[in-house]
């Protein structure tokens, strides 16, 4: 299986090389990071790919705004083409809509399933993560899905940790005057994970795995 390199020193080392072109959920509290995480590796990405960055509520100003602030700059992609901002339609066309971008072999992120949970049931959330590893299965890229923990029910939080093809979870624990980060692959289908938390910070380059010894 060809592995995708994030671009993070530490991360594609623990991941015996990056991520499977997998369907993969991204899942933290607020101030956890995802949404940092998502950008970063698609910025990487981007690079030698095409993206589809789907917004529901977020508007592409504030993520540009945002992504600058990384200094990652993707105007050039959007001239280029390599990088696509999309409104997600809260109809029945959903589905479809997700499909054909991935029909025209571009890389997908979803910010975030838990807005699309607000409008539709859990069930027709299921269909689309399993249409969506169906047309993905000889695919080379990974799809990305934005994960707000609390922001819907026990239950459907489950179902769509049991659909997607891998978890990424990202932990935050808060101290007096600090804040301890870590993030934990709980699943990845295909790929063998060690079972272990990767402390991590957030610096004005993006994510750090703040390890002091090499990961084997």
């Given amino acids: 299986m060809k592995l995708i390199k994030t671009g993070i020193p530490g991360l594609d ?14 899942s933290g509290v607020p101030g956890s ?4 995480f998502a950008r970063q590796i698609a910025f990487t990405r981007a690079k030698q790919t095409s993206i589809t960055y789907f917004t529901l509520n977020s508007t592409p100003d504030s993520v540009r705004e945002d ?4 200094n990652w700059d993707i105007k050039s992609m959007e001239d280029s083409g390599n990088w696509k901002f999309q409104t997600l339609p809260l ?7 997700i499909l054909q971008e991935m029909r025209k072999h571009r890389a997908v992120i979803i910010d975030s399933l838990s807005e699309v949970l607000l ?5 027709e959330i299921i269909k689309l993560l399993t249409a969506m590893a169906d047309q993905n299965k000889n695919g080379e890229e990974y799809h990305l899905l934005l994960l707000t923990e609390g922001m819907q029910d026990s239950k459907s939080e489950t179902a769509m940790q049991h659909f ?4 990424i979870e990202f ?8 804040a301890h980060r870590d993030i ?16 991590y910070s957030i610096s004005k380059k993006g994510f750090i795995i703040e390890t002091a010894t090499r990961i084997t």
């Fill in 13 to 26: 080392e623990y991941l015996m090389g990056g991520i499977p072109p997998k369907i993969l959920l991204l």
């Fill in 33 to 36: 990071g995802n949404e940092i």
């Fill in 67 to 70: 992504m600058i602030s990384y």
């Fill in 91 to 97: 109809t029945k066309d959903l589905q479809d809509c």
């Fill in 119 to 123: 409008t539709h049931n859990t069930t």
């Fill in 164 to 167: 997607a093809e891998g978890i």
């Fill in 171 to 178: 932990h935050i624990t808060w101290a007096t005057d600090s």
């Fill in 184 to 199: 934990l692959v709980r699943k990845m289908r295909g790929v063998q994970i060690q079972n272990r938390r990767l402390p």
